[in-house]
Every structure is written in C-alpha cells, then in structure tokens.
C-alpha cells in the first residue's frame, strides 16, 4: 500500500522549485525503466501514479539543503514495500533518477552536479537495504517453518511411537518380536505372563524354544518361510508350552517386517489364547459323541469306531448287541426316573467290565448297548457275553427296590473283509432277536443258516400273498383206502406251492406262516372250495360211490367268524352233500379255551360235516374230550402207526386199544402213513377201518389220481 509520505521542504520558496513538467519527465522516463521488469505487482497506470508520489518526494528531498537522503533512502525503501523488486528494478531507477534529477535538483540550494548523485545513493542504498531486511526476514521465515515442520514431524513420531508402546505393553493378546537370528527382541507383558515369565526372561529365549516336536507338521517350516521373506504373513493355532509343563492354545500370527529396502528384518509374532475356546470346542465334540444319560460313548462314536476298524484292511471286528430284558416294564412300573437311573446302574457295569478288556462300550439308544471289540482273541467274545450276563445278573438297588436285571446279547465275528459295518450291525440285531426269543437272559451266535431260514421265512411270509393272486397254490390228493376191500373212501385234500423262486413246496413251509399272519383263511378257503368242487364232480359221476373229501382246517380258521357260513356257501355253491365232506383238526384246536371254536364245529356237524380229529396221538391224545365234541372219525398220527414196526414197544396194543375206544364213541378210524403191507394188516386185524399212506398212494394231483378213484387199491401200486 501506499503511505503518503511528507516531505521536509523548509527551504522551498528560496529557490526556483521544480516545475510539474521535470516531474512527470523524471516519472515517465521511471515508468518506463520499470514497466520492463517482467512481473509488476500492479498495473502500469497505478504504477505511474506511485512513482509520481515517489517523484514529488524525491523532489522535496533534493532541493533540500542538505539533500534529505533520510526522506530519499525511504524512497528507495518504498519500492521494495511496493514489491517492486525485479532485477530491472534498481538499474531502472538508478538510470531515470540519473537522467532526471540534476536537472529537478537545478532548483536547489546546492549543485546540482552534487545533490543527483547523492540523492540518487540514498535511493540505492535504502532500496538495497530494505530489499536485504526482505530477504533475510523471508530467509528466516522458511528457517522457521522448516524448524516448526521438523518439530511436529518429530512429535508425530514421537506421538505414534508412545502410542504404538502402549497398544504393545497395554495389548491382551500377546506379541512379540524376533530378529532374523531367532532371537527374541522384545515381547509385552501378555505375551510373557502368558507363559508364565517375566519380560527380561522372556526375551532370553529364543523363537525355536517356542517350537515343539509334536506341533503339527509344517508349523516350523511356515515360521522359515516368513523369515526367508517367502511369506509375509502366517496364521496357524499352534500350542505353546506355560513354563510350568501344561499346554495351552493360541491363534498366532507371524508376520514379517522388512527394513527400506525391502529386505526381511524382523518377525512380529501376535498370540492369542484359545485355550478356552478350544475347551469348549472339545467339550461340545465330547457332548456330541457321547450319551448325556450314562455318559458312555453314543452311537456316533461306536459307528464312527467301526468304520475305522473296517479301513484297516485284514482287520476282524467283534460285536456284542445287547438289550435288557423286560425293562419297559420298569419304566412303565416305577416311572421313568427310575428306569434312567437303572440304565446309569447298568452302564456302569458294562463300562467297568468292558473298558478293563480294553473295548469299546457305546450306548445305541433306549436300552440297548453295544460293545466293540477289535480283531478278537479266540473265545474272547463268548468270555465277554458270559462276564456281562454274570455282572448284570446281581440285582440293581434303587429307591428301596431290589430290582432283577437280564439282558440278551447277540454276538457276531467276522473279517472285516467282504462285509460293510451296516451287514455286521444288521446281523448283530438279528442274532439279538434269536436270544430274546430262545428265552431272553442268554447270549446267541450269529449262525448263517438259521439267518438263511430266516431269510426264506421272511420272503415267504411277503410273498403268500401274491403266491395266491397269481394262482401258484395247488391241491394234491391222497386216497383214504377201507382196510377191509381196498376201496377208495375219500381223499384227503393237501396243498402244495409252487414257488417261483423256491420250487414246489410242502406245507410244512408255509402253513405256519399262513396261520401267523392270518393267510390261512384265504388259502384254506381257496382249498376247500376246490376240493368240494372236484368231489361234487366225481360224486355226481359215481352216485353210488359215495367218496368224502378230507380238508384240514387250521386252528386260526376256526376262530373266524366267517367259517360256518363260508363252509355252507362252498357246499351249496359246488352241490357237495356235508356228508361228504370232512374237515380234519388237531386236537390243540378242539382242546383250545371253549367259545366260538367249540360253536362252529357243532354247528358244522349239525349240518352234517363231518369232524375228523387230526393226528391223533402226538398231542394230548386225552380221550376224555371226545365224547363231548360232535366228532366222527379218529386220525391215528402216523408215530402210532410207525410204533407198529417194533412190537417189543406195545405199539400194536396202544393202537387196538385206541380202535377199540373209538369205536365204542362211535367214531370211525383212519390211521394215517401206512406205508407197510405187515401194518395195513396189523391195522385190519385191530378192527381199524380205514388206512392212508404210501402203501396205497402217494399224493397226486387231481388229474393223476381220478381215474383210479373207483377201483380198489392194490397195496404198493
Ligand atoms: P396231515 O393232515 O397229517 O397230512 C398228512 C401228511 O402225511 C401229509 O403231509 C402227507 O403227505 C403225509 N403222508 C401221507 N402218506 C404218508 C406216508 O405213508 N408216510 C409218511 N411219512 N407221510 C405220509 P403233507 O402233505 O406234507 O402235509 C403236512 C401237513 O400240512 C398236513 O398233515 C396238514 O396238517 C397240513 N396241511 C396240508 N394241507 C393243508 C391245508 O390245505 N390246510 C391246512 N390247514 N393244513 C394243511
Ligand atoms: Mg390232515
Ligand atoms: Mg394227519
């Protein structure tokens, strides 16, 4: 800015003052020096008004007497505050003022030739001091802010570094710092009091203390990669050892610190303790393989167990299933608190029997248990089931009851080899139901033919049905031969199956599963209905023949509701007489408990059927029931008829002796699997009727047999 400067003209009216035109030559001649300087901080009007001001105080300062070279230095001293300050500057001045001045100074007291040059000076002289004070305060300005810069930038530092310090010292996880010799530089408290040292201990240890033999492989190698610069950084949960011997876990991160150049200088190593987390982690592992009741292993573990057996190729697995007997019904008597307890009773045992063998016992669910025992010793497996029977069989005491516990275990071996876990499972639970149902308290070896039979059980039993659908039952034809003229009284009805996958089978293989699952009562319905049809045919063929037809009735079909009604039906429907009809039973389906069994078959020999009791002399051959029931014939079994062979047994007088009762009941008499001429006579001379048996005839199909049915039977033929 420009400040209006006074000038200290006393003397002026004395002498001729310079005239405005000398003044504005001297500025023109001034702004023109100036205006050549490459940068002006102002535009060249405002330049030319400045040094006009500028002018009239050099004017005022060269006419004075003496020259005022205080007011010229000022002058030369303003151009630099006005930020004149080009190289152009001074030269310019120096040159205008030359020019210029003596001619303005010709007005003063003095010589002109005198007062130019000094007033000329002065302007130099303040303008070069005022420019030195410039520089040296810019000079110092820059020394200041460069002292200020370095200030904060140390402070900076110093600002990060206390607080990097802290977050070390202060830090909950652990850290610590090596060099690349494996020496411990520095380590923080956590790291230290992590393992039981003091910070100075710490750090006289070195990194390859931290390392342990039995660390997971490749641990060490990692550590060599970061500090070869291979890896900046590695994450792993590594243990370490508290200096007073127990182990803990921790999260370590080793990281890499390179100096400038980029060369590896330092590790850092950053440890967090797991040790918890990893308890718990184990914990719930432990929660999820065993059983929170009895805290033995659980059906995870043991199956998990083995599998592991079976990756050892050549291995032999050993199983005992095991279920306790009858322990429903403890649940059910004393409640189930009661029953928990009992299965924690029992675990006990079986863990303190079992794991002092050093095999596996697991709990598979409710009341059944299983152990483990890899590649056996001989016997080893039959010692076991016997030890564990013998430890459960001392009763349990809980709350004031004494209670008896059984199990029944089903025990299989075998080489791992050719078998899968889920077969040896299977087969143990199989050989567990063979030991229940041979009596419970008992252990059972899996046995591969009684599987098979079981097998074929189970598949006829699925397949009876279908059998029936697709017509593979068949009826088969034995005469009834009178001992006396060898004619042909009847013929007993006997089912055969032929069986796709099977062949032809007797029913010795499937009428007990029949009667199981209630098949009979369609089957022995599809029989009777054919039977009936066939001796309708042939009697309406041979009207004085009078044939009957024997058809076997099995116990469950007498507890049909159905039966009387059914048995009427069939009759009316294939135009048999009842009279000609027989229906054979065993003496356990009469003897059975009174009621419908009893009412049916009364009804039946009400409408003239004939009851014919089946195999007479193998069950309770009580003779006392016979007179209550509307019976017809006796069927001497076949044992009665063998016993016949051997007179020193006094088969011969029990067979009379039976003939003989029967008669006097009114009842005739069949004796059943003749298959000697010495009997068929025997039989006759007893006063026996009738006979049925290989002598006489096998079995036959229909069509085989119904053009011999009118002659007499010629023994052996
Ligand atoms: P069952 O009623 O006692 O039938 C006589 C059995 O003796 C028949 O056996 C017959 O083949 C056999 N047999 C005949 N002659 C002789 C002989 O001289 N010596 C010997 N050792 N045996 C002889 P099968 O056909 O095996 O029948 C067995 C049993 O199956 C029958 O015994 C009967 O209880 C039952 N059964 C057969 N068919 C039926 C049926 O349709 N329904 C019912 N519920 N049971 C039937
Ligand atoms: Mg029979
Ligand atoms: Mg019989």
Known sequence: MLTPMTGRGGRAGRRRRPGDADVSALVSSWTGALARAPYLPMARAELGEFLTVLARRLVDAAVADPVDLHLAR?????????????????????????????????????????????????????????????????????????????????????????????????????????????????????????????????????????????????????????????????????????????????????????????????????????????????????????????????????????TEVFARPGARVGVCYLDLDRFKAVNDRLGHDVGDRLLVAVAGRLDECVSTRGHLVARMGGDEFVILVEDPPDGELAVLADTVLEVLAEPVEIDGHRLAVSASIGVIERAVAGTTPADVLKAADVTLYWAKSDGRNRWARFDPERNARDMTRYTLSTTLLPGLERDEFRVEYQPIVGLDDGRVRGVEALVRWAHPTFGLLGPGAFIELAEENGFIVPLGRRVLTEACERAAVWNAAHPDADLFVSVNLAVRQTHEPDLVQDVARILDETGLPPRLLQLELTESALLGPAGRPVEAITALADMGVRIAVDDFGTGYSNLSYLPRLPLHTLKLAGVLVDGLRKPATGGGSIVASLVVLAHALGLTVIAEAVETVAQAEQLRASGCDTGQGWLFARPAAWEDLVDRLADPVRPGT
């Open 74 to 306: 000022r002058t030369g001293a303003a151009l630099v505050d006005a930020d004149l300050v080009s190289a152009e500057v001074l030269p310019g001045t120096v040159a205008a003022l030359g020019r210029h001045l003596a001619e303005i100074a010709a007005g003063g007291a003095r010589d002109p030739r005198e007062v130019a040059p000094e007033a000329q000076a002065a302007v130099a002289d303040g303008y070069v001091t005022r420019l030195r004070a410039r520089l040296l305060d810019e000079q110092e300005m820059v020394r200041r802010a460069e002292v200020e810069a370095r200030r904060q930038i140390e402070q900076a530092l110093r600002s990060s570094e206390a607080r990097f310090r802290a977050i070390f010292s202060d830090a909950g996880i652990g850290i610590g710092i090596g060099d690349m010799e494996g020496r411990i530089v520095d380590a923080n408290q956590a790291f230290a009091s992590m393992l039981g040292y003091t910070i100075p201990e710490f750090c006289r240890l070195r990194v390859s203390d931290l390392f342990y033999e039995d660390d997971a492989a490749g641990m060490w190698e990692m550590y060599q990669d970061v500090i070869d610069g291979r890896r900046d950084h590695a994450r792993v949960e590594k243990r370490y050892r508290h200096r007073d011997g127990h182990f803990m876990w921790t999260d370590m991160t080793a990281s890499l610190i390179r100096d400038a150049s980029g060369a590896p200088k330092y590790t850092v190593a950053m440890v967090e303790d797991v040790t918890a987390r990893r308890e718990l982690q184990e914990r719930l592992r432990r929660q999820a393989l065993h059983d929170p009741l009895t805290l033995l292993p659980n059906r995870t573990l043991f199956l998990d167990r083995l």
